[in-house]
Each structure stands twice: as C-alpha cells, then as structure tokens.
C-alpha cells in the first residue's frame, strides 16, 4: 500500500493549483485522507482532512481558498488551491488511513511531498 502525489509547482500570488493524491496496492477501503504541508524552519501542520463520510476541515489560514475532495472509486484525494498566498509556499504531504483486503490497516500511510511555490 503507499500514496503517491502530484501536481504543485510554481504560482502566482492569487494564482491557482491543484493537487492530487493516489492510494495504490491491495486496498479494500480508505478511511480518512488529510493534506499536510511543511513550509521551511517549520513544523509539518494539518491543512485539510477529509473523513469517509466527506467531512472536510480546513486548518484556518486556508479556509475559503482550499478545497480539498476525494474520488473512493480511485481512492484519490485532491486539493485545489486557489487564492494562493506566499505563506503557501511549503513541501505538500497527503496522508491516510488505509484498509487492505488482508485486514491490516495502514494508518497514518505518508505519500512523498510535492513542493509548492507561490511567488512573482
């Protein structure tokens, strides 16, 4: 089981990018998705979650920019970023808790980071 995350790159102050999160291996369910961004000198914080029941909670800087949304047919999550500020600027994490078929859970299953730059 692992994750794998795309998209970032470089935006605009006010620009717009989207990310997008991919669980992959011999997965029966997904339990909650979050993002995570960890910007430089700083700690990893909690940006966005998502709860199999589509509960969504933002961390406060990013509420009424960020959107953050899953698709459980291709076990993806995905975060779109719009309004971007250069406090943005950080390395993106996405993260879950995963159910295999063989009844293990992988809880807390950390996908590699994609960096997102907001600059002119």
């Known amino acids: 089981v692992q994750l794998q995350a795309s998209g970032g790159g470089l935006a605009q102050p006010g620009g717009s990018l989207g990310l997008s999160c991919a669980a992959s291996?011999?997965?029966?369910?997904?339990?909650?998705m979050r993002w995570y961004r960890q910007a430089p000198g700083k700690q990893r914080e909690l940006v966005a979650s998502?709860?199999?029941?589509?509960?969504?909670n933002y961390e406060d800087s990013v509420k009424g920019r960020f959107t953050i949304s899953r698709d459980d047919a291709k076990n993806t999550v995905s975060l779109q970023m719009n309004d971007l500020k250069p406090e943005d600027t950080a390395v993106y994490y996405c993260?879950?808790?995963?159910?295999?078929?063989?009844?293990?859970?992988?809880?807390?299953?950390w996908g590699q980071g994609t960096l997102v730059t907001v600059s002119s």
């Open positions: 993260n879950a808790d995963i159910l295999s078929y063989s009844g293990r859970w992988y809880l807390n299953q």
């Open positions: 291996g011999s997965i029966r369910s997904v339990n909650d």
């Open positions: 998502i709860t199999w029941r589509r509960t969504t």
